[in-house]
């Protein structure tokens, strides 16, 4: 006790410092018991009141750190703590990190129970979307042969005008076709009004893939008819590599991509392409596919640096195939609110599954760089590469003719309704998904 009672005069004869007689209260106690400790414990949820698994709670101030996890119904705990000031710090990735402001614990328990917000981005869309589409070819001819090609798919059905007109199915890879030819050459008639008309309908649901570690070599193993260059024969300019992978400055950008990147991951080279392709490339819509307009090589594309939704498929195909990463593309239309109606080319690439691309966007840079990897439910599809070269010209319309010049335009009226409100959400962590609400 003499010990005890020299001490306490001690801090009496010089003023106690902060004069905080419960500070010395405590000091005291620890001389005589030892050091105070206390318990912390709680639950932490997301903001729909679900508990989260393996977040990490830091419990610290300026001299000491401790940690503790929450195990799969969202708990934490800490035992034994000497008492003191701490601040709280909270941890997940995909989640916006959370601080508690620093308090003094005294000796005993604490509950504290905590809610994290995810790091997300939230992009509104419509899950589902039910659809109307016609589309084909109409105008006039008069001493004309004319030749149309049309995507057929199963369960549509077709409006031929007039009836003289020859048409034949047939099949390239597992797309249904048509051919129809009007052949007013003999002069038969004065002139010939047609109307090539497909009839179709449908739903379609918005598409988010997630990446997923895929290496080059196993999807090239898998995919390999959808590797390689493919030509067409253009009447002008003669046999034209529209995909080009083996182009000198093709494989150099790639080269410098993969180097770069330092991965053999299919998902990651492919995005990295993207976002070259978006960083270097402009979309510049000329009125869509089909009609015969003139097509850029990707040779070319990369001098101009401009093209249309097809052109810029085809240039990054090339690239993907230069990295040895399957691709094809797919041709559709676009259903949407917009006032201009034309076909449409997206691109897919192979990672243990298809993954749909849209290279034609005009949005935000770090917007579309978020959206790739998915599709939204506008895109109805009505054509995909078979990986031949047949492929690339699947549609359209030629002719010969003498005289007066026939008139020749696509026909193209959708109707549509898109329901079922929902949001992307995009996360730090890399994750998106499908949420009805913002979590």
């Known amino acids: 006790m003499r010990r005890f009672v020299i001490l306490l005069l001690v801090f009496f004869m010089f003023g106690c410092v902060d004069n905080n007689l419960s500070n010395i209260s405590s000091s005291v106690n620890e001389l005589i018991s030892g050091p105070s400790t206390f318990y912390l414990n709680g639950m932490v949820t997301n903001i729909n009141n679900k508990s989260l698994e393996n977040v990490k709670i830091v419990l610290f101030n300026s001299t000491v750190r401790y940690e503790s996890r929450t195990d799969k119904n969202g708990m934490y705990s800490f035992s034994n703590i000497p008492s003191g000031t701490y601040s709280l710090a909270l941890y997940k990735d995909g989640y916006k990190n959370y601080s508690y402001p620093p308090i003094y614990y005294y000796a005993g328990n604490y509950s504290l129970d905590f809610m994290l917000v995810k790091d997300c981005l939230y992009y509104p869309i419509d899950k589902y979307r039910n659809y109307i589409l016609r589309y084909g070819y109409n105008g006039t001819i008069y001493r004309t042969k004319i030749n149309c090609t049309l995507e057929y798919p199963e369960n549509s059905s077709l409006y031929i005008f007039p009836d003289i007109t020859d048409s034949q199915a047939f099949y390239i890879g597992d797309n249904r076709m048509l051919l129809l030819e009007l052949n007013n050459i003999d002069n038969r008639y004065s002139y010939i009004e047609f109307r090539f008309i497909v009839n179709t309908s449908g739903k379609e649901e918005i598409v988010v893939k997630n990446p997923k570690e895929y290496s080059i070599s196993k999807a090239a193993a898998e995919q390999s008819i959808y590797l390689g260059e493919r030509s067409w024969y253009d009447s ?66 990369l001098k101009s640096r401009k093209g249309d939704c097809d052109e810029l498929s085809y240039l990054y195909i090339s690239l993907l ?48 760089i978020n959206m790739f990897g998915v599709l939204t439910n506008s895109h109805v599809p009505i054509f995909i590469d078979d990986g031949t070269s047949r492929s690339m010209m699947a549609g359209g319309c030629n002719y010969e003719y003498y005289g007066k010049l026939p008139s020749v335009s696509q026909y193209i009226y959708y109707d549509s309704v898109s329901y079922s409100p929902a949001y992307i959400a995009v996360c730090s962590d890399g994750e998106r998904y499908l949420t009805e609400v913002k979590e």
């Open 321 to 368: 195939r230069a990295a040895n990463i399957p691709s094809r593309f797919v041709i559709g239309y676009l259903v949407t609110n917009s006032s201009t109606f034309s076909k449409h080319m997206w691109v897919e690439f192979y990672a243990g599954e298809w993954i749909p691309v849209e290279v034609a966007g005009t949005g935000d840079l770090a917007d579309e």
């Open 236 to 301: 002008k300019r003669g046999s034209v590599k529209f995909i080009d992978p083996n182009n000198p400055e093709i494989k150099e950008i790639v080269e410098e991509v993969m180097k770069r990147t330092n991965s053999s991951d299919s998902w990651t080279i492919a995005k990295e392409l993207f976002i070259w392709l978006k960083n270097n490339t402009e979309y510049f819509n000329i009125g869509g596919i089909g009609l015969g307009e003139y097509v850029q090589s990707p040779a070319e594309l």
